[in-house]
């Protein structure tokens, strides 16, 4: 803060109380980006923690294939004639083991011969290109071969498990009960059954709850950083002092809650909660701190429309986001989100978001926060180098609009991380992130001095355990770190670190 010598007897004896004043009305109002960039980030790798430990990428076919116009049954290689009696148990035993590789050959030389089942080439067509990631091509097929042949039992089937796969569940719904009528062998009824579970568990609520405690280094983003402005005869006649970083243990909590509700085909609604909150031990010293109270607590709620197939996700949805801090209501915002992401292939995945947002504060907070519109867009991709390890990295770009020119800013950042799930009983996971952000306001700041311009690195990273449960409950490490230097590096630059235990259960 800055503050006068009292030694000063031309200074009236309120100024250092006004430049105190001042200065955290100030810095109060402009490190509010500091903040709300952090709230981003935390709920961007949370939703994204929560979407990863939930995908489980199918395992690729073996590569081990057998020779040429042969069959691998049961540890056996047989050669298969050129004959109806051998290539049709041959089509299906080459589509029940998944050896892929073999099928277009077989249907060649099936499709070839007079007598053939033009409904087990379709069948055949469709299922070879449910491996290769093609389902409209796919549910063409099938839905061809339930024309050519409707009472059969196994094309009913695999229609329904197309169309579950597709994320057509009232239709998956209907099929099956149509492929039970239709008569299936035991084994098949049994596997009926377990995709009616899965519709189930698909359509009720998804998400995970946790608790935890741990440690905050620097709760209040301070940096201690003193200077003389000015001096005379070796006396400090104008000073300026910045709050010490406040140190405190921390209770936290995270829930993360999604639903689905599908509407006909593709078609859904698209219900999401989020809401996260830390609260410290340690508050503010100072008199004059115009916040004294550091914990808080954000809660986001999504509903919208959704578009999900077996490739493509399209969303668009508004929500509602609202936060509490030092002991009070610190702003609602309303946004529009408008997501979609992209499965390429087996390995590859693409997202692309643009997201417009309102901050309104409340009445309380207008000493300090100051309403505003924020425009972001960003884009990410992700890699699958093994079944269990996923690469990703994004950029993304953020514009805030505020009333005073000063306060507006454009950054651009740069996020990279890992996923990885490890083999064995322990089902441990790790999930590590680093972020690189550059931001510049719009113009010069009088009362600063200068045109403010940051640069912030932030890492965090989450180790779990799986299959460790005490109760239904998993313990995950968190340690998130940052770095935010400033050319106004007096006021904002800092440093911060965080490590929590958490008890998490999924749900």
Known sequence: MFC??????????HSGLYHRTALWLVLAALALTTAVQADDDDT??????????????AQAEDTLAPPPGTLMYEGHTYQVQNQLQALEPAIYIAINSNQWTLLPDFIARYQSLSGHRPALVAMAHSL???????????????????????????????????????????????????ALDAGLPAHAQMLVQQYQQALEKRADWHGSLALGAGYNSNINQGNGHYSCLSQLAGICLFERKMPEAIDSSVLKYELSMQRRFNLSNNHNLRLNLLSYGNYYAQTNPSDTALIYDFSQNLSVLQMGYQYLDASNSLSLAPYVEHNYRNRHSTYLAHGLELEWRHTLNRRWQFNTRLDAKRYEYTHKEQQIGRDHNQFQWGVTASYASHPNTRLYGGLTLTLQEYNIEAASNQDW?????????FPGPAGAFVNAMGIYRASRHDAHDAFLGERRSDQQQV?????????????????????????????????????????????????
């Open 128 to 178: 070879l290109a449910r491996f290769q990631g093609n389902y409209p091509q796919a549910l063409q097929q099938m839905e061809k071969a339930r024309e050519l042949e409707p009472q059969d039992p196994r094309i009913r089937l695999e229609l329904a498990r197309l169309e579950f796969e597709n994320y057509q569940d009232q239709q998956a719904l209907v099929g099956f009960i149509q």
């Open 4 to 13: 006068c010598s009292h030694r000063i007897p031309t200074r009236p004896a």
């Open 44 to 57: 961007r790798f949370l939703l994204d923690q929560t979407h990863r430990s939930a995908e489980q990428r």
């Open 413 to 421: 950042s740069l996020r990279s991380g890992v996923y990885h799930a």
């Open 459 to 507: 890492y965090i990273v989450s180790v779990g355990l799986n299959g460790w449960t005490l109760a239904g409950l998993i313990p995950e490490l968190r340690i998130r770190h940052s770095i935010n230097r400033s050319n106004l590096d007096w006021a904002f630059g800092f440093e911060q670190s965080e490590i929590s235990l958490m008890l998490r259960r999924h749900f």
